[in-house]
């Protein structure tokens, strides 16, 4: 085994995580972030409430950190949470949609503990192969590899796509003997970004297909599953949002019950970002409508991270079940 850059940053990779998350019949959260306030409040909300947590990282958001302030950022997250919050609750750095095995592979070199090889959109036969690639390369160091079976719609960074595929059960035995994923990622009808499903006023969101997951369970019992593009899209900070002169209408998102159902299955581990970057975006405006001569941006986001922790604590408690569980 290979030296293991991430365990000097204190971060852990998700084979144990995962275990207890399936035992334990909760799913960890992953929470996408772009800076650090994001960081302040995952981190925060995740200690107070006790809860294990994935930090999330997509390619775009990399790029936007800078790769290597990014390493120190998640080291600098790690000494945080042990002496100042004094807590000790696991925490792993994730790659988010790689698309490439150059991707995976600097990720792994830079400190991830674990990585997505999002090879979807792929035929069949070419998923596996790059799936496979980015596991025998990041197994080498022990960071864990998550793979996808089937396309999610809407819009979420670099990636796209216009329909649903939904993940096909009789494919999954063959795909995770063939990759030697540790999570496989699966599409059940929840969907990226803001505008995850086209409702009418009165209208309810469609059910997630749990009879798909049953089914997946059935041919990989105890393998742990992943849901993207699992954000609940929180009404009351799309209403802020458009209040205070936004323009967001008929965004709406996964109901939380149809997630805390998801979390007591084989689902071990939920994604959420659209729901972060409307907290945020939520209270920024509010602040500028209320406070127009306000420019110190510690100001308003300073107030945006503690939105933010509060939505994460409520999430981690009556959504994923994590709480309390670190």
């Known amino acids: 085994m290979a030296k293991r850059l991430y365990e000097e940053l204190g971060l852990v990779n998700t084979r144990e995580m995962f275990k207890k998350a399936m035992a334990g019949k909760y799913a960890i959260p992953a929470y996408n972030f772009n800076n650090m306030e994001q960081l302040q409040a995952i981190i925060g909300g995740c200690a107070e409430s006790k809860s294990p947590v994935i930090l999330q990282v997509s390619s775009g958001a990399r790029k936007y950190a800078n790769q290597t302030l990014l390493q120190w950022m998640a080291k600098g997250a790690v000494e945080m949470c042990r002496k100042d919050l004094k807590s000790n609750i696991p925490i792993c750095l994730h790659l988010d949609h790689g698309d490439t095995f150059e991707l995976c592979k600097s990720c792994v070199d830079h400190g991830f503990s674990s990585v997505m090889i999002d090879a979807s959109h792929l035929p ?79 209208e309810s969101v469609p059910p997630l297909r749990f009879d798909i997951l ?51 299955s084989a689902v071990c581990k939920i994604n959420i970002d659209s729901d972060g970057r409307l907290v945020v975006t939520a209270i920024i405006r509010k602040v500028f409508a209320e406070q127009p001569s306000e420019f110190d941006p510690r100001k308003y986001l300073g107030p945006a991270r503690e939105e933010l922790k509060k939505v994460i604590i409520a999430k981690n408690t009556n959504v994923l079940g994590s709480a309390g569980k670190a």
């Open 214 to 264: 049953e089914e997946v369970e059935k041919r990989l019992p105890g393998f742990p599953i992943v849901l993207h593009g699992a954000s609940s899209v929180l009404q009351e900070y799309v209403a802020m949002i458009n209040k205070f002169g936004g323009k967001m209408d008929n965004a709406v998102g996964i109901p939380e019950e149809q997630l805390r159902k998801a979390a007591k």
């Open 124 to 202: 069949y036969e070419g998923n596996i192969a790059l799936t496979k690639q980015v596991v025998e390369y990041a197994h080498q160091f022990d960071v864990t590899v998550e793979g996808e079976l089937g396309v999610l719609a809407g819009i979420e960074d670099e990636v796209k796509a216009e329909k649903h595929t939904y993940t096909d059960p009789a494919q999954v035995e063959d795909f995770v003997k063939k990759t030697g994923v540790d999570s496989l990622a699966i599409s059940i009808g929840t969907s990226h970004g803001a505008y995850k499903f086209k409702v009418k006023p009165g």
